[in-house]
């Protein structure tokens, strides 16, 4: 994998409401990703298009078909990805496959989502479909595990309500200084603990947004010419390559599984991926983690082996994960202040990651001295997980 990798990278702006079709979307962030590689259009072999509701939600289907058309990529090879909320990060690992076996010389790989062409009631309905077919008949959702998962955490670990506000505080101060985040404000603890209850204990700073936004990331060999970009793009500045991915599936419903904090797909995911790249958890030195509600933070934490079971709570709130911490987690906002546009948060992350590890943000959001990162993507409630490590 040290051969991959990825010299440029693009993204819209995360909104609540964006009006454009979602092939506009996407193809604003392709243009920046390409832009950013400093590479031409004939250049691209291969696209990658990811998302996971168009059609739940009454939009255009055919992404990938539309978008080679709508950016001039007649020719190329091209495929739709969808994980459901691990679109992203599958999609991006299709494009490292095609450029690692050499089916493809340059991969463009983009992730959309336009959340706000339904109301909320089927957006909501959308999202519930996610979990297995007999818990969606009973009512369940992707907030009553969360829910179920949060109270189960705080009795088990003795933590206090705090802990889970004490994440949502860190993501929002992380996101203030982030240009794409959907929410560029601060919330306190207090905020967090004040907030209306979705599912008790989690309230409403405890869960991640509707989103809209898009996505891209180029991918290509390192020893290619041109792969860390030129004097026209910035990715030359200091090269990002891909060190390992990974993936795995867990039980699928939820109430099947022996314990509610455990989540097997992250644990085995990041197994094989620590494995792969030859490094282990304290090598890691910036994280990106799927915190959908609050309370998954600090599970997967703990899931990946950065903490001991019932610590990572701990380790939060005495600073360890904030953006000057020992292990600095979520520097962009998270799911929950930057944004979660189903297709495009697995590649949001690892756009977040390649501009930590080439060092081009402002002082005031950028992880000092980091060289390797690590991103996780969930699909549903733990379905499927889907890791990537990358290193400048």
């Not at 000057?324 to 799911?335: H, Q, S, Y």
């Not at 756009?351 to 005031?364: A, F, I, K, M, S």
Request: glycine share 12%; aromatic share 4%; net charge negative.
């Amino acid at each position: 994998m040290s051969r991959i990798a990825l010299p440029g990278v693009g993204t819209t702006r995360f909104t609540s409401a964006d009006d454009r079709p979602l092939v506009d979307l996407a193809a604003t962030a392709c243009r920046r990703a390409v832009a950013d590689a400093g590479i031409e259009w004939g250049d691209v072999t291969s696209l990658h298009a990811g998302t996971a509701l168009a059609e739940a939600l009454g939009q255009q289907s055919g992404l990938a078909n539309a978008l080679a058309g709508a950016l001039g990529l007649e020719g190329v090879s091209a495929d739709r990805v969808e994980n459901t909320s691990a679109t992203g990060a599958t999609a991006v690992h299709r494009g490292i496959e095609a450029v690692a076996s050499g089916a493809s010389e340059v991969a463009l790989v983009v992730g959309a989502e336009r959340m706000s062409a339904a109301d909320t009631s089927a957006v909501t309905d959308a999202i519930s479909r996610l979990t297995h077919s007999r818990e969606y008949a009973q009512g369940l959702t992707l907030p009553s595990f969360g829910g179920l998962a949060a109270g189960a955490y705080l009795d088990r670990h003795d933590a206090p309500r705090e802990a889970l506000a004490a994440v949502a505080a860190k993501n929002h101060r992380n996101a203030v200084a982030n240009e794409v985040a959907q929410f560029r404000r601060e919330v306190t603890v207090d905020d967090a603990l004040d907030s209306p209850v979705v599912a008790e204990p989690l309230r409403l700073y405890d869960c991640c947004p509707m989103t809209d936004g898009a996505a891209a990331v180029v991918v290509t060999r390192g020893d290619r010419d041109g792969a860390g970009g030129t004097d026209e793009g910035r990715g030359g500045d200091r090269p990002v390559r891909v060190t390992a991915h990974a993936s795995a599936t867990g039980t699928h419903p939820v109430a099947e599984r022996p314990d509610p904090l455990a989540i097997e797909s992250v644990r085995v995911a990041g197994e094989r991926l620590f494995d792969a790249a030859g490094v282990a958890p304290d090598d890691v030195d910036v994280a990106c983690i799927h915190d959908a509600f609050t309370v998954l933070e600090l599970i997967e934490l703990e899931e990946l082996g950065f903490y001991d079971p019932g610590t990572a709570w701990e380790a939060t709130m005495d600073g360890e994960t904030a953006l000057d911490g020992a292990l600095p987690v979520n520097p962009g906002g998270g799911l929950k202040a930057r944004g979660h546009p189903l297709g495009a948060t697995g590649i949001s992350q690892i756009v977040e990651l390649v501009w930590q590890l080439r060092g081009d943000l402002p002082d005031e959001r950028r992880v000092d001295g980091a060289a390797r990162g690590l991103a996780i993507n969930v699909a549903g409630f733990g379905n499927n997980s889907v890791c990537t490590m990358l290193e400048a």
